[in-house]
């Protein structure tokens, strides 16, 4: 094939350098073009000098099995970091979900690298639960041989900060691996020192004469430009509310703010499943409380940074040393060596150390002290078919009170109390690709969201009400009271009478003396939704990850039980077959 004139005009080489160029190029197989792709972007690595001689036949990659354990897509999306990275330096990377995992396959991975968050009380996320719990028992395969690294995502408002990436990483040395690199336990400011353990890690990993010489490409790859993805900017973007009510009556005692946000360059491609972040501002008055408390009250611009920039409310056991480190605070040292610490700050904020073990502190100190305020994530209430450039999301107000002091939740209290029509709010788009629809528009849905879990719903039906879907759509709703809290009521009618929703069943806790929930309407209706089950409907799941979602499971296998005349052993495997095959999604919180 003879192909003229492959290089612009445009590009930086002179005329005959170009038709130099072409010459070659323009003649050059796929497979050439791939090798000269993949040995110019080795050449850059190395500084410009050819690390390995070009007529070298290439090594193989070495093999390398990435596995994430993630709820929330952040596990996830370094599990394909990692991959990125390894395959750039020669590494054939293998990106596993621990909801796929078929542990009898660890022994044979000779290098593994494991990313797993911590959700609920210190649990594996949902999706993991079956591979975790087959890693921690007694069938677990022995990993002899192979050479591990783990990389723990979690929060240090926990009390069991990392658990699940703690245990798999003590773990997998139980089982004979070999530890390549030290366990990295990670907060929610992870980006960076997760990149940083990720370029060392693969160090580590490499074969020994690649280590400190890595050229290798994966030329195919790299010839096809799939290294050069474009990556979806991380970047908060600025966007106005255009509409805030409260979905709740003015006699409820919970309020749920619906926020509808107006994109000004078109928002972003959104589906439905997908969270929105939220970057919040911390309360003014905790600041100055805060300020006060440290001696710092006249400093304007460390009020500002603590405004949008720090979480000065988070109290863990770490904020507690860093205090101690910047201010040498003896009574506060007693209660790390007390060992009493994790119990004395349940309930407490950074206030409450602050007010309790008083000390001057600098700015700086309060810079150590604090780590960076994180965003909230909220579950978007809207279809893009629906609402064209809006995102709309359901947010509860978090208002209780601990140690005689009334406490605000950072985000949701900011968007209640704070923000009002016209508003600008800093947001980032959460994809969550293990919460969809189906395909196939023609298969039935079954979604359980009591409170703000019915935000994705609202999507749902939107979305499919835009598709004219020809499947049929069941709603579990669940609140307190059916006059105060029916979130978004009149628009489940409207979906009824219109089609978008072909069944809604309600749960209204407190309008009787008996307590009744979602879980006990799936009870109630148990065949009927075993009917849907058995001819393929998806079963979807979203709210409160603590109580809600478990009693949910175990309600659906009960359900399998009565109507089917199951045993509990084979009821549960019909679950957990709904989940093996992503029938049965949650996203929970
Ligand atoms: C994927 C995902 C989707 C979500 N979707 C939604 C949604 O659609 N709508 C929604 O409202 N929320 C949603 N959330 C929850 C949301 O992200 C925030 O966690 C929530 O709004 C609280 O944030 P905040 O900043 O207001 O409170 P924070 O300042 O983060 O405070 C919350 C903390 O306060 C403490 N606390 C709360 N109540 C009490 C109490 N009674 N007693 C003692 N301590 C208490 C707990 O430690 C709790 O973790 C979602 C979360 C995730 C992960
Ligand atoms: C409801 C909820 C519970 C959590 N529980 C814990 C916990 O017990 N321990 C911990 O270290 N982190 C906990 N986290 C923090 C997550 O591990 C952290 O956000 C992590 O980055 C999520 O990673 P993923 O997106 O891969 O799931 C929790 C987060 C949420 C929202």
């Not at 070999?178 to 990670?186: I, M, S, T």
């Not at 040292?333 to 600098?362: F, M, V």
Request: charged share 25%.
């Amino acid at each position: 094939m003879s192909r003229q004139n492959l290089l612009p005009r445009t590009a930086p080489f002179g005329d005959g350098e170009r038709a130099s160029l072409d010459a070659v190029l323009g003649t050059a197989t796929p497979v050439q073009r791939a090798w000269l792709a993949g040995f110019l972007a080795g050449l850059d690595a190395a500084g410009g000098q050819p690390a390995v001689a070009p007529a070298a036949p290439p090594k193989a990659a070495e093999p390398l099995t990435i596995v994430y354990a993630s709820e929330s897509g952040n596990s996830e999306a370094l599990a394909g970091n990692v991959a990125k990275l390894a395959r750039k330096q020669g590494f054939k990377p293998k990106v596993v979900d621990f909801s796929d995992l078929d542990v009898s396959t660890l022994p044979k991975a000779g290098k593994l690298v494991a990313i797993a968050a911590t959700w609920g009380e210190g649990e594996p996320p949902a999706r993991a639960v079956r591979a975790y719990g087959e890693l921690m028992g007694e069938g677990a395969p022995r990993l002899d041989g192979v050479q591990f690294a783990v990389l723990a995502l979690g929060d240090t408002s926990y009390a069991e900060f990392c658990a699940t990436g703690k245990a798999l990483d003590a773990r997998f040395e139980a089982l004979g691996g070999r530890r390549a690199a030290e366990r990295a336990d990670l907060d929610l400011d992870f980006e960076k020192p997760a990149a940083d353990w990720i370029k060392a890690t693969l160090k580590a990993l490499a074969p020994a004469e690649a280590a400190d010489n890595v050229v290798a490409v994966d030329f195919a790859r790299a010839a096809a430009g799939e290294d050069d993805e474009a990556e979806p900017s991380r970047e908060p973007l600025v966007v106005e509310v255009v509409e805030h009510v409260n979905l709740n009556s003015s006699r409820s005692d919970k309020e749920t703010i619906h926020l509808a946000l107006a994109f000004e360059d078109g928002a972003p491609a959104y589906e439905p499943g997908d969270s929105l972040e939220i970057f919040p501002e911390n309360d003014p008055q905790l600041v100055d409380e805060i300020l006060n408390a440290a001696g710092l009250a006249d400093d304007a611009a460390l009020r500002k940074t603590l405004l949008a920039e720090r979480d000065i409310t988070t109290l863990s056991p770490a904020t507690i040393e860093r205090f101690v480190k910047a201010t040498g605070h003896t009574e506060a040292q007693k209660l790390i060596d007390s060992g009493e610490a994790r119990a004395w700050i349940e309930g407490r904020h950074l206030i409450d150390l602050l007010e309790t073990y008083p000390a001057a502190l600098t700015a700086e100190h309060l810079g150590t002290i604090t780590r960076p305020l994180p965003p909230r994530a909220y579950s978007i209430a809207s279809s893009r078919k629906e609402v064209g450039d809006e995102v709309h999301l359901a947010i509860v107000a978090v208002r209780y009170e601990t140690h005689g002091r009334a406490r605000s939740g950072v985000a949701s209290v900011h968007v209640a109390d704070r923000i009002r029509d016209g508003a600008k709010l800093r947001v980032r788009l959460k994809p969550n690709r293990h919460f969809r629809l189906p395909q196939d528009p023609a298969t039935d849905i079954i979604m359980v969201g009591p409170g703000t879990g019915v935000a994705p719903f609202r999507a749902f039906v939107q979305e499919r009400r835009a598709v004219e879907a020809p499947g049929r759509s069941w709603l579990f709703f669940g609140d307190r009271h059916f006059t105060h809290d029916f979130l978004y009521q009149l628009e489940w009618q409207e979906a009824l009478e219109d089609g978008a929703l072909t069944k809604i069943d309600v749960a209204f806790s407190r309008d009787q003396p008996e307590k009744i929930y979602v879980q006990d309407r799936i009870t109630q209706h148990a065949a009927e939704l075993v009917s849907w089950l058995d001819g393929g409907a998806h079963f979807y799941v979203c709210g409160d990850a603590k109580n809600m979602a478990k009693d949910v499971r175990v309600a659906l296998v009960k359900a399998y039980e009565t109507s089917k005349g199951l045993s509990a052993a084979d009821a549960e495997a019909q679950v957990a077959a709904l989940e093996r095959s992503h029938r049965y999604q949650q996203d929970v919180y």
